[in-house]
């Protein structure tokens, strides 16, 4: 694999590994259908503190996966693009066509 190949699968892994917790999951998922939320909004949906989910925003932010826009003493947070739900429905699809496949063993 030469260099710019490389360096296209590091920033893709950047992305996907930002993803790989299921409260930061839970976060991208809200954000997806609330459009915005404020951190202590998201804080009281984790159900976590400040500081960890102040965390988990920090590392979607730099994987550019979330924006955020100070409106007076508030930091909304929301999608900067829409399309990482296509991840969630892919990523859906593979689960069902585990379980298929483990039901079809069983039998």
Do not use: W
Not at 29 to 49: K, S
Not at 85 to 103: H, I, P, Q, T, Y
């Amino acid at each position: 694999m030469n260099a710019k190949k490389r360096a296209k699968y590091e920033a893709r892994a950047r992305v996907i590994k930002a993803m790989a917790h299921p409260t930061r999951l839970f976060i991208v998922d809200q954000l997806a259908h609330d459009e915005q939320r404020c951190v202590c909004e998201l804080t009281e949906m984790v159900g976590a503190d400040m500081s960890t989910v102040s965390r988990h925003l920090t590392i979607l932010r730099e994987a550019g996966i979330i924006e955020d826009e100070r409106r007076g003493t508030q930091i909304l947070y929301r999608l900067r693009v829409k399309c990482v739900l296509n991840f969630f429905d892919c990523v859906e699809a593979v689960l069902e066509s585990n379980a298929k496949e483990r039901m079809e063993l069983l039998r």
